[in-house]
């Protein structure tokens, strides 16, 4: 499974961005696809989670209203569409699968693959 983050930018606080990632090498019935992120000296940080089959989806509490994770199947992409940013959200943002799609999960350690990263920048 290979996973390939793009989207992210340079924005003013109260913008919107969205972020794509491109999934291949696989099929992903049963799989969650999920966002991080990972700001500068912290800890990289659960985001949102789409159930491939279902399109359930979750959201972390910071970001819930604002974020919204959705997938295409026809293209194999995950979406991560960000709006009213706030500088706090200024990080890399990385894609995630993992097979166990049915399972409420959130942390790193749970996700198998992983994409590269994109950065998120948010002015004050």
């Known amino acids: 499974v290979q996973l390939q983050a793009s989207g992210g930018g340079l924005v003013q606080a109260g913008g919107s961005l969205r972020l794509s990632c491109a999934a291949s090498?696989?099929?992903?019935?049963?799989?969650?696809m999920g966002w991080f992120r990972q700001a500068p000296g912290k800890e990289r940080e659960f985001v949102a989670r789409?159930?491939?089959?279902?399109?359930?989806?979750y959201h972390a509490d910071s970001v819930k209203g604002r974020f919204i994770i959705s997938r295409d199947k026809a293209k194999n992409t995950v979406y991560l569409q960000m709006n009213s940013l706030k500088p706090e959200d200024t990080a890399v943002y990385y894609c995630?699968?993992?097979?166990?799609?049915?399972?409420?999960?959130?942390?790193?350690?749970?996700?198998?693959?992983w994409g590269q990263g994109t950065q998120v920048t948010v002015s004050s």
């Open positions: 995630a699968a993992t097979p166990f799609g049915t399972a409420h999960v959130t942390g790193v350690n749970e996700y198998d693959y």
């Open positions: 090498g696989g099929t992903f019935s049963g799989y969650a």
């Open positions: 789409v159930t491939w089959s279902s399109g359930y989806t």
